[in-house]
């Protein structure tokens, strides 16, 4: 089955600073992976999503994501952090096999600092 | 209308209440969601309803009715809840239930059971 593993719940950077958040993934086929940003009190909005096509995927609001298969990676990055990007951030693979599922990383919190 | 609309965004009730959430999108999507968030957590996936028929219930307990009167609309009732089943509770949709489309979540509803 797939899963996701985000590496730290909780990141901090200064404010214009690199933002990289990490997620590894474990699937036994080719998988779709998602990020998506939940700013408190909200529901959850994509920023990116990879579908097999180009392994560097541009998302919405500076975000891009790289796939690495040899490193079953999909790390999250922004060159220049901004305040307004404080959120929890997930990291999400789907079951392109059998259930269809959508499985969920526990989650990272962005802290910006001014 | 790209957008999922939850009402209402807060909702206390009592262990006794009957109580329900709704969910609407226009879209066209055929596929619907329920998702449950814990404070901290990443949502947990409880009903699919594909093409208006359920799909996928993930061992929910049966004080969660879910219901989808058409192609829009999604909603869940609630009933004789315990205080555990305070959360945030999402509502979704995509194109259709596939693990390769991405879902759009609405804003959720806060509900709080005493």
């Known amino acids: 089955a797939q899963s996701v593993t985000q590496l730290g719940s909780h990141v901090s950077v200064s404010e214009g600073a690199l933002v990289l958040l990490r997620c590894n993934y474990s699937?036994?086929?080719?998988?779709?992976l998602f990020w998506y940003v939940q700013y408190p009190n909200q529901g959850l909005q994509l920023l990116l999503k990879y579908t097999s096509a180009a392994t560097l995927v541009k998302g919405i609001n500076g975000f891009e994501a790289e796939f690495k298969k040899s490193e079953t990676s999909f790390h999250l990055t922004k060159p220049s952090a901004h305040m307004s990007d404080a959120a929890e951030y997930f990291c999400a693979v789907s079951d392109i096999q059998g259930a269809q599922k959508l499985v969920f990383g526990q989650g990272t919190r962005l802290t910006i600092n001014p | 209308d790209t957008e999922v609309t939850q009402t209402p965004k807060h909702l206390v009730m009592g262990m006794t209440n009957k109580k329900s959430l709704k969910c609407e999108q226009h879209?066209?999507?055929?596929?619907m969601y329920w998702y449950k968030q814990k404070a901290k957590k990443p949502p947990e996936l409880m009903f699919v309803?594909?093409?208006?028929?359920?799909?996928i219930n993930e061992s929910v307990p049966s004080r969660f009715s879910p219901e989808c009167p058409n192609s829009s609309l999604l909603n869940l009732h609630l009933h004789a809840l315990q205080p555990e089943d305070s959360a945030l509770y999402l509502c979704a949709s995509s194109q259709v239930f596939t693990g390769a489309t991405s879902r759009v979540f609405g804003p959720g509803t806060r509900l709080t059971v005493l």
């Open positions: 309803y594909s093409y208006e028929k359920l799909s």
């Open positions: 699937s036994s086929v080719p998988p779709y």
């Open positions: 879209m066209g999507h055929r596929a």
